[in-house]
């Protein structure tokens, strides 16, 4: 059985994942526009994978009898002036969502519940690929300069 007060949490994190998906599928819906088809692609796959997120949390919750929920998702952003700022602030919101994780491994470390901390710990592992993977586009970005967008573009939409 799960506790409520952890309970509560992980919903929290539900919504904050599915805020997430709906994020990278705006930035998606930039990148089309900017006619970066590439991009598009990586983003609304980010996308899928953070909707994954929210099911596998929820699926979670409901193994151990508790009540999963979808509270009110926030709007997200809908406009940005390059695709490096778009990538920046990916890092910037994976940075984000590794913290709430972060907080989350706490409160399962407080309730003394081991198989949500060993759940979770999977969550931690790949925050930290998401981050070195943001970090690592930003970075390519920044070195491509604008004819070198459209090469990286192409590397980012064979992304499976």
């Not at 994942?17 to 006619?35: C, D, Q, R």
């Not at 910037?92 to 994780?101: G, K, M």
């Not at 491994?105 to 060993?118: F, G, L, P, S």
Request: proline share 1%; aromatic share 12%.
């Amino acid at each position: 059985m799960i506790s409520e007060k952890l309970q509560n949490a992980i919903n929290e994190q539900i919504t904050a994942e599915m805020w997430s998906s709906n994020l990278y599928l705006s930035m998606s819906f930039y990148f089309e526009k900017e006619g970066f088809s590439g991009f598009a692609h990586w983003m609304k796959k980010q996308s899928q994978e953070e909707m994954e997120h929210a099911y596998a949390m929820a699926d979670y919750i409901l193994k151990r009898g508790g009540t999963a929920k979808v509270n009110k998702i926030d709007v997200v952003p809908q406009n940005w002036n390059s695709a490096l700022e778009v990538f920046e602030h990916v890092y910037q919101h994976e940075c984000h969502v590794s913290a709430l994780i972060d907080k989350l491994v706490t409160i399962a470390h407080e309730e003394k519940d081991n198989a949500t901390q060993d759940f979770l710990w999977g969550f931690v592992r790949e925050q930290v690929e998401e981050e070195a993977t943001a970090q690592g586009i930003v970075d390519k970005v920044k070195k491509a300069g604008e004819t070198g967008l459209f090469f990286l573009d192409s590397q980012l939409g064979s992304r499976k």
